[in-house]
T-cell receptor, first 115, second 115 residues
Framework: DTEVTQTPKHLVMGMTNKKSLKCEQH?????MYWYKQKAKKPPELMFV???????INESVPSRFSPECPNSSLLNLHLHALQPEDSALYLC??????????????FGPGTRLTVL | GQSLEQPSEVTAVEGAIVQINCTYQ??????LSWYQQHDGGAPTFLSY????GLEETGRFSSFLSRSDSYGYLLLQELQMKDSASYFC????????????????FGSGTQLTVLP
């Protein structure tokens, strides 16, 4: 099973709203990732959690706040977003062990629209 | 800096063979991966090359030459459903905890398969 699930599939929010994106995997992976993807562009890495610790924060604005409650769950808390934050937000996971086993598997994404 | 070059668009007809090339310049290298992404969908892992040579998975094959910093994805017996974006991605940086590697994506190749 190589399934990563994300909820919600679609989200429309105003600039003053607070919302959260959720990601879950049950593959025993120890690394989880948040990416942002604009149309016709490659995924851009936002955050990486490795063994439930935030390892990488790619200079993401503080209106995005990640959380890793346990090794299977990853959240992205959103607050005071801007219209330019509208994008597909992808979660991915990997074994975190390096080598061929470190393939990243992506969830279906959350399509976010900020009004 | 990190850079991956791949053609922006490729068009072919059903039943044909198409090759998507990828050249890279990255500070570290721990393998080349290929992902497929249909419009509105999530990236789906296709193949990984950690060592030089050819990897075959059904109709898809991927090749790597580390000395040339070059790889390609070969798609045979093209089908309409193969119309999608294809991304090459290099595993480069090591993430501080654990052994997970960060992925750097190419800009993507839009493949259109014509009847």
């Amino acid at each position: 099973d190589t399934e990563v699930t994300q909820t919600p599939k679609h989200l429309v929010m105003g600039m003053t709203n607070k919302k959260s994106l959720k990601c879950e995997q049950h593959m025993g992976h120890r690394a989880m990732y948040w990416y942002k993807q604009k149309a016709k562009k490659p995924p851009e890495l936002m955050f990486v959690y490795s063994y439930e610790k935030l390892s990488i924060n790619e200079s993401v604005p503080s209106r995005f706040s990640p959380e890793c409650p346990n090794s299977s769950l990853l959240n992205l808390h959103l607050h005071a977003l801007q219209p330019e934050d509208s994008a597909l937000y992808l979660c991915a996971s990997s074994q975190g062990a390096g080598g061929p086993g470190d393939t990243q598997y992506f969830g279906p994404g959350t399509r976010l629209t900020v009004l | 800096g990190q850079s991956l070059e791949q053609p922006s668009e490729v068009t072919a007809v059903e039943g044909a063979i198409v090759q998507i090339n990828c050249t890279y310049q990255t500070s570290g290298f721990y393998g080349l991966s290929w992902y497929q992404q249909h419009d509105g969908g999530a990236p789906t892992f296709l193949s990984y090359n950690g060592l030089d040579g050819l990897e075959e998975t059904g109709r898809f094959s991927s090749f790597l030459s580390r000395s040339d910093s070059y790889g390609y994805l070969l798609l045979q017996e093209l089908q309409m459903k193969d119309s999608a974006s294809y991304f090459c991605a290099v595993r480069d940086s090591e993430i501080s905890s654990g052994s997970a590697r960060q992925l750097t994506f190419g800009s993507g190749t839009q493949l259109t398969v014509l009847p």
